[in-house]
């Protein structure tokens, strides 16, 4: 086997243990985005959607509604690390198909990825929609007699 030939295979090797973590990582994130959008709109519907709650609790019924935009937050703080990975692998993963592939194959590695400015626009909506939905419970659904309390 020829040096090349070792090499080639070398890199053949990491490309696949690469493309896994990058399937990995991708369906990760996009695992994770639905199911914290599910529980931050789950928690946030709760003064619509149960009325006799929102009467018993008066102004705390809005710790839903807080809840709901913190877990966004905080979201949006972990799915930046696991985009950052992601992209790392993602790099990785292309600079070695690139030692492989014919040069009119090869990935431009200077092209910016619109997967992480979406998914952080995406979150960041979400942060901002809960925030203010939470305005909405203390304006419209807490009773004016409850809010002064």
């Not at 990760?28 to 009325?51: D, G, H, K, M």
């Not at 960041?124 to 304006?139: C, M, P, T």
């Amino acid at each position: 086997m020829a040096a090349n030939d070792a090499d080639d295979s070398k890199i053949l090797k990491q490309c696949q243990y690469l493309w896994e973590e990058y399937k990995y990582r991708h369906d990760l994130i996009w695992q994770r985005l639905f199911r914290f959008t599910t529980a931050v709109v789950l928690i946030s519907i709760i003064p619509y959607i149960q009325q006799d709650i929102v009467l018993r609790l008066g102004k705390y019924i809005l710790i839903a509604p807080l809840l709901a935009s913190i877990l966004a937050g905080f979201v949006l703080i972990v799915m930046r690390n696991e985009l950052n990975l992601f992209g790392n692998i993602k790099q990785a993963y292309r600079r070695r198909q690139n030692n492989l592939l014919d040069p009119d194959l090869q990935h431009n590695l200077d092209e910016k990825s619109y997967f992480k400015r979406f998914v952080l626009f995406y979150l960041g909506s979400l942060v901002a929609l809960s925030v203010v939905n939470g305005l909405i419970a203390w304006l419209i659904w807490i009773p004016q007699s409850v809010r002064s309390h």
